[in-house]
Each structure stands twice: as C-alpha cells, then as structure tokens.
C-alpha cells in the first residue's frame, strides 16, 4: 500500500511558477506509476501528467504540454510537478496518484494523495 501527501500549493500570479511535490510511504515506491490529476471547481477531476517507474517515459496532457514537467526521485519516494507560465485556467485542486499501469486513465489509479490548492491570479 502507499500513501501520498501533496505539498507546493499556493497562490501565484499568471506567468508564475510552482513546484509541487508529493511524498510517497511504502517500500514499493518504484514500483508505482505515478501521475498528477487536477480538479477545478464544478468541473471532474482530470489527468495532467503522469512518469514511468523509472522515470524514463511521460506523457502529458495537452492542455500544460510543454509547461508543465513531472519527475520523480525514486531514492527520496517523491515526485514533482514543476509548473511554469502558469494560467489563470491552471486552477484547481492537484493530486498525485499511484496507479500499476502507466496510463492516463483516472479509474486506473488505486492510491490518491489528499490534494493541495494552486489558485494563478490574472
């Protein structure tokens, strides 16, 4: 089993940069894909991005293609999204995920962290 704790979150201005990063207990750390969903408000959960095992794949949603950067460090069990050029639009609730299938198919992930708020001013 694994458990999952976001931090970075915060409030930023359009443009801006964060870092998020999410804590991950349990041996099997990397073993797990590990991915990042965001949820705006009124609005379902959604796939961002999500890494291979060994870090050596990744895929992206369109939408932060390009602006967004998801990595891992598999000695410290964490993994990161790095945020950049951030948009009003980028709002919204993220979490990270651990899944046994690299996919970017929600129902695909069993263990959730409990979600940490990014809010970009325009």
């Known amino acids: 089993q694994v458990q999952l704790v976001e931090s970075g979150g915060g409030l930023v201005q359009a443009g801006g940069s964060l870092r998020l990063s999410c804590a991950a207990s349990?041996?099997?750390?990397?073993?797990?894909?590990m991915g990042w969903f965001r949820q705006a408000p009124g609005k379902e959960r959604e796939f961002v991005a999500t890494?291979?095992?060994?870090?050596?794949?990744?895929i992206y949603a369109n939408s932060v293609k390009d602006r967004f950067t998801i990595s891992r460090d598999n000695a410290k069990n964490t993994v990161y999204l790095q945020m950049n050029s951030l948009k009003a639009e980028d709002t919204a609730v993220y979490y990270c995920?651990?899944?046994?299938?690299?996919?970017?198919?929600?129902?695909?992930?069993?263990?959730w962290g409990q979600g940490t708020q990014v809010t970009v001013s325009s």
């Open positions: 349990g041996r099997t750390f990397t073993t797990y894909y």
């Open positions: 890494m291979s095992d060994d870090g050596g794949n990744t």
């Open positions: 995920a651990a899944s046994q299938y690299y996919t970017p198919r929600r129902n695909e992930y069993n263990y």
